[in-house]
């Protein structure tokens, strides 16, 4: 059995904070691991009904491409693909 200061050295926390799990195990059992946001979408998720209006084919490259000739009279054409291409 680990002493909450070696605990705390392997997992790379406080002692501190290996007590409050500690604690927490004891009240929740396992349950006490598993993050708290488990099962609940992320705030910056992106809602559905949002995700509906975007065009399926709708890409960077796709909605770029018409304009390409535009920029390249400004920007050489290696800027651009680095711009268009990237991820």
């Not at 799990?21 to 598993?34: D, N, P």
């Not at 084919?57 to 796709?62: E, L, Y």
């Amino acid at each position: 059995m680990l002493i909450p200061s070696r605990a705390a050295l392997v997992l790379g926390c406080t002692r501190r904070t290996i007590n409050r799990l500690i604690i927490r195990y004891h009240q929740e059992g396992k349950a006490a691991f598993r993050h708290g946001n488990k099962g609940r979408k992320p705030a910056h998720t992106i809602p559905d009904s949002a995700k509906e209006s975007i065009p399926f084919n709708c890409t960077k490259t796709t909605i770029l491409m018409p304009i390409l000739p535009i920029f390249s009279r400004f920007w050489n054409s290696r800027n651009i693909s680095v711009f268009l291409f990237q991820p």
